[in-house]
C-alpha cells in the first residue's frame, strides 16, 4: 500500500500548552486508521495540523511525498486532502445540493472569468458535480432531501451531508473528526458502511472517535494520543487491552 500522508517530527504548542509533540505518522491508501485518547489529547489539532487550518511550529507533513507544510486549508482540500469536523459546519440556509456542490475539489462556477468567457463548460462541469452529489446522496440515503435546505434537517441527517460534502472532494486522503458522535441504528451503520467503502476503493481515512465500538468495527489499527504525544500504535484489540491505556483512558468501564 502507498504511503498517501506522513508527519515527521510534528511539533505544535499555543504558549505552554503542547498539541504536538515529535508526531511520527503514516497513513496508507486502504487504510483506516483510528485516532483515539481523552479530550485534550491533541486529536483534533492534528487533524487541524494535517488539513492546514493550523500551521507546526516544526516538522513536516507530506502528502503523496510532497511537503504542504506552505500550503493554506484551500489549496490542501484541491491536492486531495478532505475532512468532516467535530460540529458539521454546514451552510444551514443553503440547501442539501448546494452544500455538496462547495465540496467540489474544483468548482468553475467560482470563476467570474470562467462564467463570462466559458459559459459552456461552466454548465458542464456544474452538471457533472450535480450528478456526483446526487449519486453520494443515494449512498447516504438522502437523495429525496437534495432540494431542502439543511436547517430543517435533524443532526444525524446533517452528519450524513457532512460526510457526503468531503466525499466530494474524490482526493486520497479523509479525515473524520467523530463521525458518530450524536448518531446511531440506521445512520450509524450507513456511515460505517460508506467509510469502509472508501477506503476499498483506495482512499487512505483517519478517524476521531471516541466510539471505541466504532473503532473496533472499522479501524484496521490505532494509534493512542495523550497530552500530544502519540503513546502506542498498534492493533485495536491490543490497545483495549492494555493497562496502560486503560488507566489513562479506557477504565474498566469502558468495556
Request: glycine share 8%; with cysteine; hydrophobic share 40%.
Amino acid at each position: 500500500m502507498a504511503a498517501e500522508l506522513r508527519l515527521e517530527k510534528v511539533n505544535k504548542s499555543f504558549g505552554g500548552v503542547v498539541v504536538a509533540d515529535e508526531i511520527d505518522l503514516t497513513l496508507h491508501s486502504e487504510e483506516i486508521l483510528g485516532l483515539i485518547g481523552p479530550n485534550g489529547a491533541g486529536k483534533t489539532s492534528l487533524f487541524n495540523i494535517i488539513s492546514g487550518v493550523i500551521k507546526p511550529d516544526s516538522g513536516s507533513v507530506y502528502f503523496e511525498e510532497r511537503e504542504v507544510n506552505d500550503l493554506d486549508v484551500y489549496q490542501r482540500a484541491r491536492i486531495g486532502i478532505s475532512r468532516t469536523w467535530q460540529h458539521v459546519r454546514l451552510f444551514l440556509s443553503m440547501t442539501v445540493m448546494d452544500n455538496l456542490l462547495i465540496g467540489s475539489r474544483v468548482y468553475k462556477g467560482e470563476s467570474l472569468g470562467e462564467v463570462l468567457f466559458r459559459p459552456y463548460q461552466v454548465r458542464k462541469a456544474t452538471e457533472a458535480s450535480r450528478h456526483r452529489a446526487l449519486r453520494l446522496l443515494e449512498r447516504v440515503g438522502l437523495s429525496h432531501e437534495w432540494d431542502k435546505k439543511v436547517s430543517g434537517l435533524p443532526f444525524g441527517k446533517q452528519k450524513l451531508i457532512s460526510l457526503a460534502r468531503a466525499l466530494m472532494n474524490e482526493g486520497k486522503c479523509l479525515l473524520l473528526d467523530e463521525p458518530m458522535a450524536g448518531v446511531e441504528g440506521d445512520i450509524y451503520e450507513t456511515i460505517k458502511s460508506v467509510v469502509r467503502e472508501e477506503a476499498k476503493s483506495g482512499k487512505a481515512v483517519c478517524v476521531v472517535e471516541h466510539s471505541v465500538s466504532f473503532i473496533k468495527d472499522l479501524c484496521d489499527s490505532a494509534i493512542f494520543m495523550f497530552d500530544g504525544k502519540i503513546i502506542e500504535r498498534g492493533k485495536v484489540e491490543d490497545l483495549l487491552r492494555s493497562k496502560r491505556l486503560s488507566d489513562i483512558y479506557f477504565g474498566a468501564a469502558q468495556f
